[in-house]
């Protein structure tokens, strides 16, 4: 039975406020941090609101926790918004982890000391779903937030 969601951050999260961007969100926080010149971080990104929401609404049933790749969420702009959501968040780079290794699904399984078939890992990067399921984690492929809630009611509901 599911009981956490360990979720993604950029692009289900966190988005680029340029839709036509392709670069990571932490190679682009970097690029305006090693600028030198103060910057608006809502210029260039923005909140996925719906799907924060839901996870407030889902706290009251699941523990609700990231898996991020770098460190763009310890900006304060970000850590307003998100540390009353999550339990857990789980860095790649500082835990020294790979996403696309499911070790590092193990490991996250083993910090949160629940087996992996009690985690629903969500994620826009297949190769990280893959690696997530090889864990032994249930994996959603994530697209949009309709979709992703529709599949929750009809899986989870």
């Known amino acids: 039975m599911i009981t956490i969601i360990l979720s993604d951050f950029s692009r289900v999260i966190l988005n680029p406020k340029d839709k036509n961007y392709k ?4 190679g682009l926080y970097k690029e305006l941090q090693q600028k030198n010149i103060p910057f608006n971080f809502f210029d260039y990104f923005e909140f996925n609101d719906e799907i924060l929401k839901w996870y407030v609404q889902l706290k009251d049933k699941l523990s609700i926790n990231l898996f991020t790749t770098g460190t763009i969420q310890n900006a304060k702009e970000v850590k307003q918004k998100i540390d009353l959501i999550f339990e857990n968040i789980f860095s790649a780079q500082e835990y020294g982890l790979d996403k ?7 490991f996250i399984a083993n910090k949160l000391q629940k087996s992996p078939n009690q985690i629903l890992y969500i994620d826009d990067k297949l190769e990280n779903l893959e690696a997530a399921k090889q864990a032994g984690l249930e994996t959603w492929h994530y697209d949009n937030f ?12």
Do not use: D, M
């Open 23 to 26: 670069g990571t969100l932490n």
């Open 100 to 106: 696309k290794k499911p070790q590092a699904y193990e």
């Open 146 to 157: 309709i979709k992703l809630y529709n599949q929750f009611k009809q899986s989870l509901g």
